[in-house]
């Protein structure tokens, strides 16, 4: 079934472990990767708005925060990206000067192979002189009827994971396709705003003023989801988050006097820490009542650049560990959870508890840590450690459609040198067996593991 | 204005993003795998017990702890692993099903090393319909009066460090071959319970009533485990342990009713930090009194996953720093610390102190960090950073003898690739300049910082 | 004993460090670094004396701390590498033979490319055999006139920065060339030494009563810096630094009792840390109206090793996070920092943080991190995440002159390999693009950062 290299090297041992002589890896790297490319996606998680899922304009593209805030941080004034009412079309005319301080990042290959994927775009690069045309062009193009369909098709996505708002009517959409998640970070963090509770009154119809209601209302929200198909909850963590279960005494005063507030509340810090512990630890009974896993996103502090582009403020303190979430491990092994760590040395620490507790997932490669040098530290690693049923590869965490092409390329890339080198050249496997390995990770593992179909 | 390799392969999008090829250089890296692999061992830790050393069939192997916490992890029951009174053969037919799921892992790959090394397995995988012919086949083998000596030769070991309790009496067994080495964790962190000064009262014949009574049932102890061969005296720490001083004042009145207690004794925290430092200073006197150096391995957190399995619930906080052994390292000029770290990413702070303090030695790659992605990179920063007389390459840290094989040969390939790429490749060194640093790592250190022979 | 390549590109130097011959994609590599080689410098950090700024003798050379740090560490006594009153060849004789130790490491290949590159060194090593014969002829060669202008030529240095101290007169050298560099770490961390106040009073004639008088005093050093030509301001800060805005109100007390006292002052922690603050604050303060960036480099923690060799008692603690300087870096947009980081594993932090931030700077590669296999994880990471515009490839760190060639050249090594594997193959880009890429990193930024020329 597999191929091995019959060494006449006898003398070092059974011939099964000797690293096959590799003349031309790199065709062997292009044939797993031109193969990884043929598998057919179901994206575990993205900000796609499924009612506007496909871009409209290069502007929908080069709005994307990475675009705007590395523009913003090579020395772009915020106010000319976001000026009030200025066109698609003119902050394109705008961003693109910028683009040259910014060609070896890894997000400008992304926009690249947009154009050259979807655009036919036949430049090596986007500048002043040839943008004009490629917007003209691309926007006829992205005005077809079938566009989001076509987009589909060619980056081979079947199914695209959504992030929610709690109070997100869920309709209008084929929620088998653009699959909802709820997104649960404005109850546990921001339950403080009386828009937060007005939302919440609205979404459930509860009336809250106790423990108990606050826990019904809760409730409401994942019979909501789970009837229109959620496959996963989802929050985003920061980096001094320690969970704890609270008990209802700890909680009932402030809850009751926030709910009776008609404005924003203002917390004690010790009084901010039971709230949000209370809420996320009952989301996570809600969890395990539902069967719905929940996607734990580790390590980010919000506005800590407060000049910075939309979306482009949030930064980390790497001083943070998985052992903050021992007593969550241990009070929920029924709950699976995908963990995403935003500071890439959390990765080791991820290996070691997927490794060791059955409920935690590794998933992905988040937000700063999602370029190819971390991903290839971070997948070689997993792969050695941790069981391969416990890893969902990679999602895109897209805004708009056209960016899983290049973003799972990019990991499809990473990945295949893995299986050439680590496991084809070093470890004697056959590159069928190589390639399965390649299909849980990028499909299967997504579908088990979401219960999807 | 760029050249691109005009590859045919159109279907997988355009030609830009074809990687192009390139070819070798693997033959000097297998050459020297295959000269590393020549070399004669002394493992500088494991977990052997001496009147047992060798695997008396599959059971023993599979019930490694990493096959039975990785299966665990991957989803099978501990009640199903760990049941009571189940067979050897019933626990392999069990997990044998499982282990599909961690194919990937690198600890599967030393299974199927020693399938294939020892017994001489002929297929790729252990599966549900192959493992009970080798399971017979391998319990005859290993039955013969000579397994353990076929083991030892095959894997070239010629010396194994243990991990001895203090209170073993070292007796029936070759000490020069099997070298005791003295292991400390439950006098520094477990006095409080009535067994383990039962057991040191036991040992010692010395009735502990006071710090100065405390301190010669120590020296007993060191007396013994010298007399006995012992070449090093170990500890595992917590991410927390910050050794200071601490003086017999401190500590008098705690040890005094904790030793007068007949049962288990209730430390206040600040109790327990005084005993344990003041355990483990008393114990480093007593290693420059002997001259044995102190293997410290540091970062485990015990029990962190309540419902694991046996061995397999300890994890770590990588919020730990070797700055906290600032004062400890300044004490003791004259004891040698061959030093492991349990988070990789501690590995670069063990570089740079084994950089500057000459009492620091990095000491192999110690279990959740005993990955190939982690080896190599670890491996990589010593050699360029740390005179290479401060370095022991690796230990197996194995349960059973048959580990050392596939243990210490993963090791090796590591080290080939870095001998051949950053030495002889990127520095024009000989092959034979390369081989004799291999040689300092995998033998020679061990020898002169043991003080063996 | 070795073999070398014979290589005919004797302009990049002695045949010995050309790395053999590795079949094709090799070449490229190859060739990319070549053309590297050929690159102009202005090192942006350095501690070069420009009254005496080559070696004049090989002890000049091996003491540089990494020597004579690695031998202490490897067993060589402190006392006879420091003994007062031996000549500098006495110190090399007794340093040689402790080098065999330390052959591994790469700053041991610095040694040897300067023996090679700049003295015709014939050997692969330095020896107790053929030191001596070394150490007369290059004794020779350094007493020659032109010694420092033949270095500089050789290295293809334009521009080396300086590390003044705030007292330094910056008088009798060509501060175009040798550009002026602020030190502060004195200013900030040792005000309470009445031999800094004094020193303060000496160099800019103000009679500190005040933080009033203290922030004219601060003035005038900048005064005085920016009128020789200083293009930048410096300091290495301790991990646990985490600078806040701090009120005249705050610190008027203690700084008018401080500079009252005719001695040394003790700080409470609290006062040291207003202090501290305070100055910091205005240093940036005056960075912001002279337009001077300021360097700063995080992590150190000074005298960790208290019986170490001079400038080898330094470490640090790896629990350290640029969230720290949050605070700072809202409050100075008009200030760029290009921030060093001591401990490897926080390079992912500042890949982000220069992602993010206009201000932020990613600035080479910083003692303990200014390994091969750190700059390459480094650089690989930055180069796919922060502007081109914003990242200073590397700085030499040196005391004399003939360490910018090797060190510099290790970085051209691995900035090369990256060139060739990430840019030219894996993303189709030209050899001329990559090495674009590589000017901008090894001059251009460096004249746009500072504002040279």
Excluded at 8 to 16: A, Q
Excluded at 170 to 176: E, H, M, S, W
Excluded at 305 to 318: C, I, S
Excluded at 436 to 445: F, I
């Amino acid at each position: 079934m597999e191929e091995f290299e019959r060494s006449t090297l006898k003398s070092v041992g059974h011939p099964r472990f000797i690293p096959k002589a590799k003349p031309v890896s790199e065709n062997l790297e292009r044939r797993l990767w031109q193969e990884l490319e043929q598998i057919a996606l179901i994206d575990p998680h993205s900000h796609i708005n499924p009612h506007a899922a496909a871009s409209k304009n290069l502007g929908d593209i080069l709005g994307y925060h990475y675009y705007t805030e590395l523009a913003h941080s090579a020395g772009f004034p915020r106010e000319l990206i976001e000026q009030e009412g200025i066109t698609p079309k003119e902050k394109v005319r705008r961003l693109v000067p910028e683009l040259k301080k910014i060609r070896n990042t890894y997000q400008y290959r992304w926009l690249m192979e947009i154009c050259w994927d979807f655009f036919g775009f036949e430049s090596s690069d986007l500048t002043e002189s040839n943008w004009e045309a490629l917007y003209d062009a691309s926007e006829q193009q992205m005005a077809s009827s079938d566009w989001e369909q076509k987009v589909l098709t060619q980056s081979r996505l079947e199914g695209v994971f959504l992030t929610n708002d709690f109070d997100d009517p869920l309709t209008g959409f084929d929620t088998q396709f653009y699959i909802p998640c709820l997104r649960t970070d404005d109850l546990v963090f921001h339950l403080s705003l009386h828009k937060t509770r007005q939302r919440l009154a609205q979404a459930t119809g509860v009336e809250v003023t106790s423990s108990n209601t606050l826990r019904q209302a809760l409730g409401k929200l994942f019979d909501h989801f789970c009837a229109h198909g959620a496959k996963a909850c989802a929050i985003s963590l920061p980096p001094d988050f320690a969970p704890e279960p609270v008990t209802d005494a700890d909680i009932a005063q402030v809850v009751e006097k926030m709910f009776a507030s008609s404005s924003d509340y203002d917390l004690t810090n010790e009084q901010r820490r039971l709230v949000s512990n209370y809420v996320f630890w009952k989301l996570t009974e809600f969890c395990a009542d539902h069967g719905l896993p929940f996607d734990l996103m580790i390590g980010v502090n919000r506005g800590v650049y407060q000049a910075g582009v939309y979306q482009g403020r949030d930064l980390y303190d790497r001083r943070t560990s998985l052992f903050q979430y021992k007593s969550l491990l241990n009070a929920f092994p029924q709950v699976t959870f995908p963990i995403s760590v935003l500071d890439h040395t959390a990765n080791p620490e991820l290996v070691s508890y997927a490794w060791i507790f059955p409920n935690v997932v590794v998933n992905g490669h988040w937000w700063y840590s999602n370029l190819p040098a971390y991903i290839h530290a971070d997948c070689q690693s997993r792969l050695q450690g941790v069981p391969i049923s416990k890893q969902i590869g990679y999602y895109s965490d897209m805004y708009k459609l056209e960016f899983a092409l290049p973003k799972f390329r990019m990991y499809r890339k990473v990945l295949s040198k893995i299986l050439a080198q680590d496991f084809v050249q070093d470890r004697g496997w056959s590159e069928e067996q190589a390639l399965r390995l390649g299909q849980e990770l990028l499909r299967g593992n997504v579908e088990r593991i979401f219960k999807i179909g």
